[in-house]
Structures are given as C-alpha cells and as structure tokens.
C-alpha cells in the first residue's frame, strides 16, 4: 500500500535553497536525495515521488540517479550501517578478512539487515583512504587502520 509522504515547510524552504546553489533545479537532485535518505532511512518508490514532485524533476529521472549511486539507500538498512572497504589497498591490510569476520559475528551479507534491524553491512569499493587502509565506515563516521578487534570495541559502543 503506496503512502503519501511529504517535506516539511522548513524541508522545502532548505530545498529552495539548495536550488538557487545551482543554474538548474535538477542540479539540486543528490542533496536532495541525501536529505530524503536521511529523514526516511532509506529512498523507497514513495520517497523518490516525493523528491520528484518537490523538484518537479521527472520520477524516471529520481529513479535513475537513485539507482545509479550506491550511496542511496534501495531498501531498509540498520540503525548502523557498516562499509567495509576491500579495493586493492584495504584488502591487501586485511579489509576483506575483515568483511568476512563481521559478516559471520552479525550473521548477515552483502547489503543484508541484521533481523533486529541494528545493523546492516556493506562490502565497498575505494573509499579514498588509501594510506589508512584498512578502512570502515558507520553511517558517517570513517575508521582507518582498523583491526577486528578495533571495530568490535567501535561497535560495542554504540547506544
């Protein structure tokens, strides 16, 4: 069952601004998303037709960027949403043992939800972090030179 979802007035005044950054209003389209993502959790059909309505950008068009760009969310993902980099730096330190161990500890894969909803993994490309590698991510927060051991004490802190 498809819900109306909508900005706030403060949301759209914020998107008004985002777009007087830029000679077209599509231009706008990425923070946007990001902003959706973020007030949402993650960019379902309804959320994209709300960013193309607020835009008046084609929803074909949201849909492709969205798509497009790993960094937007597809489906639900965790409260904590753990990247793991295993490009040729990060793996050569270790990044994909260490993708390997956190998948086994949470019981989940590739873009998978822990069932209680905490947790979501990731397994990234090139982070650009290259000299601190290996490298994590949680939700925003980047980790580099990071062992097992390391993100397990990351982790248990977490409220």
């Not at 059909?45 to 497009?68: I, K, N, Q, S, T």
């Not at 939800?113 to 982070?127: N, Q």
Request: aromatic share 10%.
């Amino acid at each position: 069952m498809e819900q109306t979802l909508s900005f706030t007035d403060q949301e759209r005044a914020q998107i008004e601004q985002l777009k007087q950054r830029y000679p077209h209003p599509k231009a706008a389209l990425m923070p946007v998303l990001w902003m959706a993502q973020k007030k949402w959790g993650w960019l379902s059909e309804d959320v994209m037709r709300a960013v193309a309505e607020v835009l008046e950008l084609p929803y074909a068009h949201v849909l492709g960027v969205a798509r497009f760009y790993t960094m937007y969310f597809k489906k639900p993902m965790g409260k904590y949403h753990i990247q793991v980099c295993t490009n040729v730096s990060c793996m050569l330190r270790g990044g994909d043992v260490l993708f390997e161990k956190l998948c086994a500890q949470l019981g989940i894969g590739h873009n998978e939800c822990t069932t209680d909803g905490r947790f979501s993994i990731e397994e990234v490309e090139c982070m650009g972090a290259c000299g601190g590698a290996p490298m994590i991510a949680i939700n925003e927060d980047y980790y580099e030179n990071v062992t097992f051991e390391d993100v397990q004490r990351l982790l248990a802190t977490l409220p």
